[in-house]
């Protein structure tokens, strides 16, 4: 499931420049990101946009299959705000194969954010620590996806260990 991507078109920004992309990130996951004073950069990274907040990726813009564009933090941002809205959480056996970029299946689902709806970028974190795992596309709603028994519950675009995770900046 390699991309085998790498960065292209690096380029500072004034935060003016992207405060409207920034604006929506920090509503739709009712975060702070504090980006006050950070080098902010931009650079492309495949088919997303990327943006670096003192040298490290902390954000991303994708389409899904209606090329409609979204805005998320990347793992590494979640890193910094593990309060983020749009979570799934997922028990320890499901941990190994979102390691190696599966989709992740809802038999591993133990609890979601009653926000996320069908179609939602999602964020999944483990259970016990509260540390992001992977971003994914949600294909049911927070209810289905805590109750329901088998079935994919969230394809999976990016996660620990993949070339966004291991990009040497």
Do not use: Y
């Not at 939602?120 to 540390?131: E, F, G, P, S, Y």
């Not at 927070?142 to 109750?147: C, F, K, P």
Request: aromatic content about 8%.
């Amino acid at each position: 499931m390699s991309r085998e991507l790498s960065m292209r078109k690096r380029r500072p920004v004034r935060r003016k420049k992207i405060a409207p992309l920034l604006e929506d990130l920090e509503e739709a996951l009712a975060v702070d990101l504090n980006v006050d004073g950070a080098f902010l950069e931009m650079a492309e990274f495949g088919s997303w946009t990327m943006v670096l907040v003192d040298k490290i990726a902390k954000a991303i813009e994708v389409q899904n299959e209606d090329q409609e564009r979204f805005v998320f933090l990347t793992l590494r941002g979640f890193l910094e705000h593990d309060d983020a809205a749009k979570w799934v959480e997922v028990d320890h056996g499901a941990i190994p194969f979102l390691m190696k970029g599966a989709d992740c299946m809802i038999a591993g689902v133990h609890g979601a954010d009653p926000t996320v709806e069908t179609g939602d970028l999602v964020w999944i974190r483990d259970m016990k620590h509260k540390r992001p795992l992977a971003i994914g596309w949600a294909t049911m709603n927070a209810d289905e996806l805590v109750s329901g028994s088998k079935g994919k519950g969230i394809k999976t675009i990016h996660w620990v260990g993949d070339e966004l995770w291991d990009m040497e900046l």
